[in-house]
């Protein structure tokens, strides 16, 4: 069965530093997601991604914040300075439309210091 | 706006018994989608259930069955036959249907099914 894969599993950084995560959604998915989650603290969409451009963002998804899918198969989110409550897991998810349910991958444990 | 509220922070039963987690919402839109996600340990995301707002009839996946309730906006899930496997955090979220497709999340149950 195809699943939704993320790299790195983890991620340590400096503050200040940039950071991308990347993710390879199932092939015949077409909607894209990004969600985070502060440990112990609820999840948070960030941003989708349709059409090779985004659909919607959530106030947490400032100008530190970009998507791409620079090749058709990985979709990267690029936090550009990080800070020290950007430390969250990130979970890359799609679906292979708008109403389809999403699958989400293992998630990037981003730590920053 | 939607809001998704789970009111059980942390929930033990012995295994093979069985347990309902509850997830009421709040929202103005007549067509949406609300699912189960399950979160082991290792923090993966797991699908557990899916139900369409639009479908009277409750969806079930094997041991799991759900109690969807529209008028009273209450969505609560029922694991029957407890496994040890099923010591997880459990997540109800909420979908609206239209443009944009972002998943509402609650605040999460903690499971516990104990030998």
């Known amino acids: 069965e195809p699943e939704v894969t993320q790299t790195p599993s983890h991620q340590v950084t400096q503050m200040g530093q940039e950071v991308i995560l990347r993710c390879v959604p199932i092939s015949n998915h077409l909607y894209f997601y990004w969600y985070r989650q502060i440990l112990g603290q609820k999840v948070e969409f960030l941003v989708s991604f349709y059409n090779n451009e985004i659909s919607e963002k959530s106030e947490i998804f400032d100008d530190q914040f970009s998507v791409e899918r620079p090749d058709g198969s990985n979709f990267t989110l690029k936090i550009r300075s990080t800070k020290l409550e950007d430390s969250a897991m990130y979970f890359c998810a799609g679906g292979a439309s708008g109403s389809d349910t999403q699958y989400f991958g293992p998630g990037t444990r981003l730590t920053v210091l | 706006a939607q809001t998704v509220t789970q009111s059980q922070p942390e929930m033990s039963v012995q295994e093979a018994e069985t347990v309902t987690l509850s997830c009421t919402y709040d929202?103005?839109?007549?067509?949406?989608?609300l699912f189960w996600y399950k979160q082991p340990p290792s923090r993966q995301m797991i699908l557990v259930i899916r139900q369409e707002a639009y479908k009277q009839q409750n969806a079930t996946e094997n041991r799991f069955s759900v109690n969807f309730q529209k008028a009273a906006k209450s969505f609560s899930l029922k694991i029957s036959d407890s496994q040890l496997g099923d010591t997880a955090m459990y997540f109800c979220?909420?979908?609206?249907?239209?443009?944009?497709?972002?998943?509402?999340w609650g605040a999460g149950t903690k499971l516990i099914i104990k030998p």
């Open positions: 979220a909420f979908m609206k249907h239209g443009i944009n497709y972002q998943l509402i």
């Open positions: 929202t103005s839109e007549n067509n949406y989608y």
